[in-house]
């Protein structure tokens, strides 16, 4: 069983960055969360969820995929092995962007969100002058 938690989502003004951290609790050993795809997904109110980018497991070769054109090279999600933990980095940000943003964990990177067998809680981004 895979627990994961997100944080670091808050208020921040547009053109402004955040950094969401993405935990696996209850791995004693290192390096295990890379065993997994992270992908980052978002909802906000009365839309669906969508994906925004996927990491791959180190078996897959660890790259980064996007789903949103619109987030490349604003967005850059990375694994620190040694603390089970997925960043993403979230730079310039824009109003519409406004969500609450969740990690989930399969085995391969997928857009569509019911391929994930593990879920964060999600953590509000709110962008807003």
């Known amino acids: 069983q895979v627990q994961l938690v997100e944080s670091g989502g808050g208020l921040v003004q547009p053109g402004g960055s955040l950094r969401l951290s993405c935990a696996a609790s209850g791995f004693t050993l290192a390096g295990l969360l890379d065993d997994y795809a992270i992908g980052w997904f978002r909802q906000a109110p009365g839309k669906e969820r969508e994906g925004v980018l996927c990491?791959?497991?180190?078996?897959?070769?660890?790259?980064?995929?996007y789903y949103k054109d619109s987030v490349k090279g604003r967005f850059n999600i990375s694994r620190d092995s040694a603390k089970n933990t997925v960043y993403l980095q979230m730079n310039s940000l824009k109003p519409e962007e406004t969500a609450v943003y969740y990690c989930?964990?399969?085995?391969?990177?997928?857009?569509?969100?019911?391929?994930?067998?593990?879920w964060g809680q999600g953590t509000q981004v709110t962008v807003s002058p």
């Open positions: 989930a964990a399969g085995g391969f990177c997928h857009v569509d969100p019911y391929e994930y067998e593990y």
């Open positions: 990491i791959r497991s180190s078996a897959g070769g660890g790259s980064t995929i």
